[in-house]
């Protein structure tokens, strides 16, 4: 009996967000050593722990394949391209990762709704929402780097930046969430 319940445009995208979400994962742990190396321990705890996050997307979907009775198809990841030249760059290239992730996240939201899978529309908002935060938050850590002097940013503004890092929460405040009492 026939128990998977994806089509193959559908299992063929998510098993590429998969890929996705690795190669995320790659981008961010190849980022997080770029910044130990270059003594910003506190970037680079901030950009471990969003490694991390990448890899539990990814067996999210990996997952969700299953339970839907696809077949999952690891493939490999591609090169996390070549090291930041800065810190300005690292999180430019953050944020360009997070944006083209979004938009993969839009295009099964889009095939997810012409092929009328309500499941995989339910399953993937998580994944909008997730990349609403993920874009914000990228964006917020852009702002305190332009503050600071962008790609001139001095040492000392580097330090403050590195040190406050280290302790940043992994999520950012959403619009939706933002109300008159606590903005």
């Given at each position: 009996?026939?128990?998977?319940?994806?089509?193959?445009?559908?299992?063929?995208?998510?098993?590429?967000?998969?890929?996705?979400?690795?190669?995320?994962?790659?981008?961010?742990?190849?980022?997080?050593?770029?910044?130990?190396?270059?003594?910003?321990?506190?970037?680079?705890?901030?950009?471990f722990r969003h490694a991390n996050e990448e890899r539990n997307h990814m067996?999210?979907?990996?997952?969700?394949?299953?339970?839907?009775?696809?077949?999952?198809?690891?493939?490999?990841?591609?090169?996390?391209g070549p090291d930041p030249v800065s810190v300005n760059d690292c999180f430019?290239?953050?944020?360009?990762?997070?944006?083209?992730?979004?938009?993969?996240?839009?295009?099964?939201?889009?095939?997810?709704?012409?092929?009328?899978?309500?499941?995989?529309?339910?399953?993937?908002?998580?994944?909008?929402?997730e990349q609403t935060e993920e874009e914000t938050l990228a964006m917020d850590?852009?702002?305190?780097?332009?503050?600071?002097?962008?790609?001139?940013?001095?040492?000392?503004?580097?330090?403050?930046?590195?040190?406050?890092?280290?302790?940043?929460?992994?999520?950012?405040?959403?619009?939706?969430?933002?109300?008159?009492?606590?903005?």
């Open positions: 009996m026939e128990t998977n319940r994806l089509s193959a445009t559908l299992a063929k995208a998510l098993n590429n967000q998969m890929t996705n979400e690795a190669h995320n994962a790659q981008i961010y742990l190849a980022y997080a050593s770029w910044a130990s190396d270059n003594g910003y321990d506190g970037i680079a705890n901030f950009l067996m999210k979907f990996l997952e969700y394949i299953l339970k839907r009775g696809g077949k999952v198809v690891v493939t490999a990841i591609p090169a996390p430019e290239k953050v944020f360009k990762s997070e944006v083209e992730n979004t938009a993969s996240i839009y295009a099964i939201v889009e095939m997810s709704m012409a092929e009328k899978d309500w499941a995989t529309w339910n399953f993937i908002q998580w994944f909008v929402k850590l852009l702002n305190k780097i332009k503050v600071a002097g962008g790609a001139n940013a001095k040492d000392d503004s580097l330090y403050a930046l590195d040190r406050d890092l280290g302790s940043t929460p992994d999520d950012a405040t959403l619009a939706q969430d933002v109300t008159v009492e606590k903005p």
